[in-house]
């Protein structure tokens, strides 16, 4: 059943921040000035006048002492079970939670070559927009990898299991992570660095800090994000210097996720050193082979044009982000997941400029990319609810799209 106007006004955020701050006796001027937003933003927000926006999100999470998670929503429980999801992530939680193989069968585990072809194929099945499908698989693939890390005997083949097992982890982080499960995504990571550092591979640590800085992104805690990062680019970038194809892959990725965590830090120069930082980028991938992606993190050209309209909307540039968005093509087969996300981006540009009708064709490409991902994602229901408020009668299309999200 689609919501009323009044269940709707309770699932906006704005609505939610406007309840956190009365709860500590602040007016809207205290919010804006603890926020470092303007006044007429708090307004607008509380109001439903405007979509909150993933930087202001993160600016009144900081503020206001909570956890993002009570801005947003999530998770969107009512959501979860009907698609059946709630009850993966309960044994998602536990495998990633335990450190030791416990499947007492006696069976051996699978040659650790064998075992990477399940991670790869999941793998792909996330690239590719079916993210949902991997979680029913995760547990089994880390209670295994741990039997064969605490089997094999010290060299590659230990190196290669301790490497699929970071990798095992980091399906579990994403999978956690996208469903709107934050704790349970940092415990992978804390899982993943453990297996990582036995893996022989230099930069898989990068993986890490690169997913990490999610959590910061999402609380505003920019200046810890970016400290990270900047650790991080520092130790791989003179390999990168010296054209390690490895080093760069990573190097650029680094200097995306420093891109987006400056575009919202609302401080002197960040807007130019977050252009900065996509130039970087798009160097880098422009030596890289096509094709070329050790870490899963879709680095490349097309990958760098996304990035740059997701940093020019945060920076308030919707009109260059727009244009620039419209022209982006996607190769042949290239990732849905990223796809899905640039599309939601556009709708957010789209409803920001009062372009509805092109909002909700971003929203609806944004689904046919990666549905799971598109319907659990905070910036999908924000910007149907803004839709709904719009001026006139919502359409039909937007009423079922609507009732598709849950909102």
């Known amino acids: 059943m689609p919501r009323s106007g009044d269940e709707r006004d309770d699932a906006r955020m704005g609505k939610r921040i406007q309840g956190f701050r009365k709860a500590r006796g602040w007016t809207q001027h205290g919010l804006a000035q603890r926020a470092h937003i303007s006044y007429s933003t708090i307004t607008k927000i509380e109001t439903g006048a405007m979509p909150v926006s993933p930087t202001v999100q993160a600016a009144c999470a900081r503020a206001l002492r909570v956890h993002i998670t009570d801005i947003t929503g999530q998770p969107y429980v009512d959501n979860l079970r009907g698609d059946q999801l709630d009850e993966l992530v309960q044994p998602v939680r536990l495998a990633v939670a335990n450190p030791f193989h416990v499947t007492a069968t006696g069976i051996p585990p699978r040659p650790v070559r064998e075992i990477r072809s399940d991670i790869d194929r999941l793998d792909a099945l996330r690239v590719h927009g079916r993210g949902a499908e991997i979680g029913p698989h995760i547990p089994a693939l880390i209670d295994e990898l741990l039997h064969a890390v605490s089997m094999l005997p010290p060299g590659r083949d230990q190196e290669l299991a301790y490497r699929l097992l970071a990798s095992s982890y980091r399906l579990a982080y994403i999978f956690a992570h996208r469903l709107g499960y934050p704790e349970v995504g940092l415990m992978a990571l804390e899982r993943q660095d453990f297996a ?29 994000g970016l400290a990270g990062i900047d650790a991080m680019t520092r130790e791989v970038d003179t390999a990168a210097g010296a054209a390690d194809p490895h080093a760069m892959s990573m190097l650029g990725s680094l200097h995306l996720k420093a891109a987006v965590l400056h575009s919202r830090r609302r401080v002197p120069g960040a807007a130019q050193t977050a252009e900065d930082h996509v130039r970087e980028a798009a160097v880098l991938a422009a030596r890289l082979p096509a094709d070329f992606d050790p870490y899963g993190l879709v680095f490349d050209t097309t990958n760098v044009r996304l990035h740059r309209v997701s940093v020019r909307l945060d920076l308030g540039k919707v009109g260059e982000a727009i244009e ?3 022209k982006v093509v996607f190769p042949e087969g290239w990732a849905r997941h990223r796809v899905a996300h640039h599309h939601m981006d556009l709708a957010r540009g789209y409803e920001r400029v009062r372009r509805p009708d092109k909002a909700l064709r971003s929203l609806v490409s944004a689904r046919q990319a990666e549905p799971v991902q598109t319907r659990y994602h ?17 359409s039909e299309e937007l009423r079922r799209y609507a009732r598709w999200v849950g909102v």
Do not use: Q, W
């Open 324 to 326: 620039d968005g419209e």
């Open 196 to 224: 990582a550092a036995r893996s022989g591979d230099p930069y898989l640590k990068g993986v890490i800090t690169h997913c990490r800085s999610n959590f910061f992104l999402y609380h505003g805690a920019f200046d810890i």
């Open 378 to 394: 905070p910036t999908t229901h924000e910007t149907v609810l803004a839709l709904l408020s719009g001026r006139g009668k919502p």
